[in-house]
């Protein structure tokens, strides 16, 4: 680890207003800077390749006191550092080597307050620090933020706080967006042809960001105030009937969330970008070897339709064995349980035909682990006595759903689930859920996350089709693994799609739902549809159960937001490729030149030469390669391609 310390301005001031001052950090390479200006308001901006692309107005904190931290501040001093390691994932969602490489510019008040700003290559972002004696109530924050005329954006709208973030990424001018327009994170702007999308890293302890429009190209952050009074529907939906004037109580020393914004000039590059990651706090957790990431065998999106067997499917032992046969012999590392295998309102009751420990048992003969589905409020109720229960049952992991909000208290739910599943050895992925911030890092158990209208909508909407997945790895991935839940072994064209509940399709090509599992990132990584389609479609299943789950590299080789994307993965020595195509055909250009020199196999999952009129159709071969050879690919409209690049033994 390598750190240098510049000091470049101290002054301390004795009485009187202060003068503004600025100060200006860029990233290691150059081509991003950031001035910020310290006067009677803390204001910055942020130019890339010499063109501004947004700035602040006002930068503030406002205490329950009526003190707002970051106006008419008296500065102690202003410092730049430089932050130069590599960061070593437990589990390598992108890269198992993460340079992280940036400046760092540090003001610091004597009100005991300091705003930190740290610059990448890929972006930048600041928070806030804080070392006051007692604890705080803070009324809200203040972030104004002005984009240049002509900024465009893909703006994830919500109705309101409570939501479980699966949104439509919806492509407008900024100065369209109206006041009331609420969305939330990870957005993406479009800005005098640069990408910026806006997130944040290493909430705790804290509510999540939102934006709202304020209207000419103005976007205003906004955060959930602290719930007062909440009323439950069902056994799931906590919703706020009432609120505190603030968002939240907390330590009065203390960092608060990372305010994100990362940069690329080319579309393709925000797929690269780790910065949620790299600004997460470290690791946590001292002993990580039971950590393990794999593929699932689900069962709630196909809704248990198995068939060609004696026993009747269902919500059963008969039925969760057949999914662990089906996993142990295709190499498969879990099945799941989703709803139904406990007593709704009690997660210790099992169904009547479900013997939990009986399942645990007859996995372990076979390799395989149980991951248990749960409903956060009935599981948070319970918690210790149900990790101590699933912990004896031989459990290896929860899936807490409908969440479905971020103000403090179900943040810190976040945190104390994560906490409490790794000190019983169990991985936690999170449904209804807010976008990723970084938590991986520090608990590598929150393996994955939802928080992305993911192939469930099938099952009810058209919403989830070629052009939505082509969307979301620029934005909502950015932030971090998505649990979209791919590999539906019955395929559509956009004109013979029909929503069914309990026999779901998907939209697109056979080769479109295999190539996204290249694309899509998550340590855990579902397969879909039912053992009884895959074992039909063995060859398929072949190809999909042998694409890693962690990498280590990746490389964006072209994309268009909304439209396409070609990128290639590497895990050891074997390179993978991944295309998307909207409903429109495609020809690309793949360049081998990213592989080492040498001979290699590759073997190819194509669109068929009908997969425009049949989108099961589908080619599968095996060719050698050198490195450097340009391919020609060819995707039918809603298509795909994927490729394991070998060396030759």
């Given amino acids: 680890m390598k750190r240098i310390l510049v000091l470049i301005f101290l002054n301390v001031f004795i009485g009187g207003c202060l003068a503004a001052k600025e100060y200006k950090v860029s990233s290691p390479d150059g081509k991003i800077s950031l001035a910020v200006t310290v006067g009677s308001d803390i204001k910055w901006s942020a130019t890339a390749g010499g063109k501004e692309i947004v700035s602040s107005s006002k930068t503030a904190m406002i205490l329950s006191t009526g003190k707002v931290l970051g106006e008419n501040e008296k500065l102690r001093k202003a410092t730049v550092s430089h932050l130069d390691e590599i960061i070593r994932p437990v589990v390598a969602a992108k890269r198992s080597e993460i340079p992280d490489n940036c400046n760092i510019l540090l003001i610091t008040f004597r009100s005991g307050f300091s705003i930190q700003f740290r610059v990448y290559n890929d972006g930048f ?137 990362v940069i690329a000039e080319k579309d393709v590059n925000l797929i690269e970008s780790d910065l949620v990651y790299k600004l997460a706090e470290p690791n946590k957790l001292q002993d990580t070897k039971w950590i393990k990431p794999g593929r699932v065998a689900w069962d709630w999106w ?105 103000d403090q208290p179900v943040v810190n739910f976040y945190r104390e689930a994560t906490r409490k599943t790794a000190e019983h050895h169990m991985l936690i992925d999170f449904h209804g859920a807010f976008k990723p911030d970084g938590i991986g890092r520090t608990y590598p158990n929150a ?67 295999v190539a996204l599992y290249v694309i899509f990132e998550s340590p855990l990584q579902m397969l879909s549809d039912t053992p009884s389609n895959y074992m039909k479609e063995q060859e398929s299943t072949d190809f999909i159960v042998n694409i890693p789950v962690v990498w280590d590299d990746i490389k964006g080789l072209d994309g268009k937001v909304g439209d396409y994307l070609l990128l290639a993965r590497r895990s050891g020595k074997e390179w993978f490729v991944g295309a998307l195509t909207d409903w429109t055909s495609r020809d690309m250009e793949l360049d081998l030149s990213f592989i080492p020199a040498g001979n290699y196999n590759m073997e190819i999952f194509q669109d068929g030469i009908n997969a425009d009129q049949h989108a099961g159709d589908y080619k599968h071969m095996n060719i050698n390669v050198r490195s450097g050879e340009k391919m020609k690919i060819h995707l039918a409209p809603g298509g795909g391609y994927a490729a394991r690049i070998s060396p030759e033994k």
């Avoid at 064995?321 to 349980?337: P, R, T, V």
């Avoid at 070629?466 to 590999?487: C, E, K, L, N, S």
């Fill in 125 to 261: 972002a600041y928070r806030f620090e804080t070392v006051l004696e007692d604890d705080i109530t803070i009324n809200n924050e203040i972030s104004e933020i002005q984009f240049p005329s002509g900024t465009y954006s893909w703006y994830p709208v919500e109705s309101g706080f409570m939501s479980h973030n699966e949104r439509t990424y919806i492509y407008s001018s900024v100065d369209t967006i109206r006041k009331e327009h609420l969305a939330s994170l990870p957005a993406l702007f479009q800005v005098n042809g640069t990408n910026l999308l806006i997130t944040e890293s290493d909430i705790i302890d804290y509510p999540g960001m939102w934006l709202l429009s304020g209207g000419s190209g103005k976007i205003s952050a906004t955060w959930p105030k602290y719930p007062d009074t909440e009323k439950l529907s069902r056994d799931r939906d906590l919703f706020v009937t009432g609120t505190k004037e603030y968002i939240a109580r907390t330590k009065g020393t203390r960092t608060f969330p990372w305010r994100t914004f």
């Fill in 302 to 406: 196909n809704a248990n339709n198995i068939y060609g067997v004696d026993f009747r499917a269902g919500i059963n032992n008969d039925t969760y064995k057949y999914y662990i046969d089906f996993a142990s012999k295709n190499g498969i590392e879990y099945i799941i349980l989703d709803e139904g295998w406990y007593t709704l309102g009690n997660v210790l009751e099992e169904a009547p035909d479900i013997n939990v420990a009986e399942l645990c048992r007859y996995a372990e003969s076979k390799n395989v682990g149980i991951i248990l589905w749960v409903i956060w409020k009935t599981f948070n109720d319970q918690m210790d006595q149900a990790l101590d229960q699933y912990e004896k049952w031989g459990v290896k992991g929860i899936k807490v759903d409908f969440m479905q909000r971020d």
């Fill in 447 to 513: 393996i994955t996350r939802e928080g992305v209208k993911g192939m469930e909508h099938n099952k009810w909407s058209k919403d989830v089709n070629p052009d939505h997945d082509v969307t979301i790895p620029f934005i909502r991935m950015v932030a971090g693994p998505m649990d979209y839940t791919p590999g539906a072994m019955i395929n559509m064209d956009k004109s013979n799609f029909t929503p069914q509940f309990t026999r779901p399709e998907s939209q697109g090509t056979r080769a479109h739902q």
